[in-house]
């Protein structure tokens, strides 16, 4: 304070601050307002997505020294995905997803199966079976005599009778 007078001027008086003691009350509120600002505006996703990476670099390169190439492409890829996904947001609503109980126009159920599965299966004799009865070519009656099934013929203009 010797050399107040040069910052100053010399005619100017000033009065000595005062110094004021911080007690365990200016702690908490201190830290009630600040939890307070944090929960208005929460920066948690700034301070790990930009302070803990910066500091991870600067800890790597003081043990690592110059050899910090290899941790720069995951951080550069942390910062890509980061800018995308504020870009974009969340996943996009598709709505209901009502599901398809029935082949593409145009192919059977077995033949779809064969294209999907790239392989012909035993169950697509079945699938073939209920198609056809589902289409009035053949007529499925239960034998109450037996645990099966058997396939009848319809009697249709199909086969002729």
Not at 57 to 77: C, K, Q, T, W
Not at 137 to 143: N, S
């Amino acid at each position: 304070m010797a050399q107040l007078h040069v910052l100053m001027g010399a005619d100017t008086i000033r009065a000595r601050p005062t110094v004021r003691r911080i007690g365990l009350a200016d702690l908490k509120d201190a830290l009630a307002r600040g939890f307070a600002d944090f929960s208005a505006i929460p920066t948690h996703a700034v301070f790990l997505c930009l302070i803990y990476p910066i500091v991870g670099l600067v800890l790597a390169r003081a043990i690592l020294g110059y050899a910090l190439l290899p941790l720069l492409f995951p951080l550069a890829a942390l910062i890509f995905m980061y800018r995308r996904w504020k870009k974009h947001g969340d996943d996009p609503e598709f709505g209901a997803i009502v599901a398809q109980y029935e082949s593409p126009e145009g192919l059977r159920p077995a033949e779809a199966n064969a294209i999907m599965l790239q392989q012909s299966m035993p169950s697509d004799v079945a699938v073939t079976i209920v198609d056809l009865a589902v289409r009035g070519y053949v007529r499925i009656e239960e034998q109450l005599r037996s645990l099966g099934a058997d396939v009848v013929r319809a009697e249709s203009e199909a086969f002729g009778g």
